[in-house]
């Protein structure tokens, strides 16, 4: 029996102005970005199969709505049923502010267990609607308990003191440490605190369980679910509106704004940062709370290709670090001191051309930072080698590089593993230049890919 042609399909195709080839190009960009190998080799035959009416797998067609998107240039986000490939399990609206945060926590998952539902989506960045913030305290903040369960300041000690705990081992050994065990205790303890917690230890509560979920959705970008992130980030930030605390809520939105840009979505990551820099929100958090704001703002503001306004912002989040000193902060921005500073800076000065002054900062990362945040330390290192081989020091680099392997060792990241991938690009066209020295560490690096993954 013959298939019916994708219509649908075919006139989004022709709506972008790209080729076949082109779209197919596309769905690799995606597929690599999200660690989805088995797409990789995407190419026009598959396009022209699905154009005739062959139905690509869940994953497959995700991927090509978010190809199909980029084709767009942002001007509204592709659908599975406006190219003719929805079925009746397929949600295709973004994140529903309306939504419990305390029923929410319990359906959390593991994103990379269910391949359908791995990719980054575009839809679900949305920041919800002005009247929003202001509504929702005022709607859910002061509901009573619904649960036998007597929930005090103890309880909020407790997820504090859990926090620090997932903190350190994310730090120290990277978001796949710890991360179902986290999921976990969400889903179960922390859920069923917040369904019994009424009066006036809810809205510490709520914010308590708001930076516990947002460490889960750190955990989850670390580790590649960007999916999972996603979700546990919306979580949190609802959490966070709801125990009216403008600070947490621009601290989400800041973690939101640098996964988007690690993934290449720069508009929808200068979208967060600029949300996270409110005029509420940045009144509220600290100096040091605030210069983390301004340094992601900045790179975004880079890859935006304004770079006056990204020196700016390098500039301002600099002076409220140097006032930091001796101000209480809160235990999630302990992390953001001179090294975290002049890691972000040196990335935004690189997207901005400047090497030099790129690995001027890196050094100084690598330098200052302390031992517990090993997996951050290995990575900047690995962005040093980086800038290294860009400004053809291919001896240097390798050199580099192989310090960067060393401070992997034990850590489970797909932030790392992203910086071993770079390294064998930046590497294949070098072995010929770097000799012998190339081809050593390009060796390590496929056998450190294999460990970390």
């Not at 509901?143 to 309880?155: K, N, S």
């Not at 990277?174 to 019994?196: E, M, Q, S």
């Not at 720069?266 to 009144?283: C, F, P, Q, V």
């Not at 081989?389 to 590089?401: H, K, P």
């Amino acid at each position: 029996m013959a298939r019916e042609r994708n219509t649908r399909l075919a006139g989004m195709i022709a709506e972008t102005g790209w080729s076949q080839p082109r779209v197919a190009r596309e769905m690799q960009a995606v597929a690599a970005e999200n660690g989805i190998d088995e797409l990789r080799a995407i190419d026009r035959s598959h396009i022209s199969h699905w154009v005739g009416g062959t139905r690509p797998g869940p994953v497959a067609a995700a991927t090509l709505c978010e190809a199909l998107t980029r084709g767009l240039r942002g001007a509204r986000t592709v659908t599975l049923a406006e190219i003719g490939l929805a079925t009746d399990n397929d949600a295709e609206t973004g994140p529903s502010w309306a939504e419990d945060p305390a029923a929410a926590l319990t359906t959390l998952r593991d994103d990379m267990l269910d391949r359908r539902q791995l990719l980054y989506s575009t839809a679900a960045a949305a920041l919800p609607a002005p009247d929003w913030w202001s509504n929702r305290p005022a709607a859910l903040r002061q509901e009573p308990a619904r649960l036998p369960q007597r929930v005090t300041g103890a309880h909020v000690d407790a997820l504090h003191e859990a926090a620090r705990y997932f903190s350190g081992q994310d730090q120290r050994l990277g978001g796949g440490t710890g991360r179902a065990a986290l999921r976990a205790f969400l889903a179960t303890d922390v859920a069923a605190y917040l369904a019994a917690a009424g009066g006036d230890v809810r809205p510490s509560l709520l914010a308590a369980a708001g930076e516990l979920t947002y460490l889960y959705g750190w955990m989850s970008y670390d580790a590649g679910d960007q999916a999972g992130a996603q979700k546990a980030f919306g979580v949190a930030l609802a959490l966070a509106a709801e125990a009216d605390d403008p600070a947490l809520a621009g601290h989400i939105l800041r973690a939101q704004g640098h996964q988007a840009g690690d993934l290449g979505h720069h508009r929808i990551a200068l979208r967060y940062t600029e949300a996270s820099l409110d005029s509420t929100r940045h009144r509220a958090a600290g100096s040091r709370e605030r210069a983390l704001f301004e340094v992601v703002h900045a790179r975004a503001l880079a890859s935006a290709g304004r770079k006056n306004d990204a020196l700016a912002a390098l500039h301002r989040a600099e002076q409220d670090l140097g006032r930091a000193d001796g101000e209480q902060a809160p235990a999630r921005v302990a992390f953001f001191g001179e090294a975290a500073l002049a890691h972000e800076t040196g990335l935004t000065l690189r997207t901005l051309g400047d090497l030099p002054g790129a690995e001027k900062e890196l050094r100084r990362s690598v330098r200052t930072r302390a031992l517990p945040y090993a997996r951050t330390h290995a990575v900047t290192i690995g962005y040093l080698g980086a800038v290294q081989a860009q400004g053809g020091r291919v001896e240097e680099a390798c050199t580099t590089w192989h310090l960067a392997l060393d401070a992997m060792t034990g850590i489970r990241s797909d932030r790392t593993a992203g910086v071993v991938r770079q390294m064998l690009a930046a590497l294949s066209p070098l072995r010929g230049r770097g000799g012998n020295a190339a081809a050593a560490l390009d060796a390590r690096a496929r056998e450190a890919l294999l460990a970390i993954g």
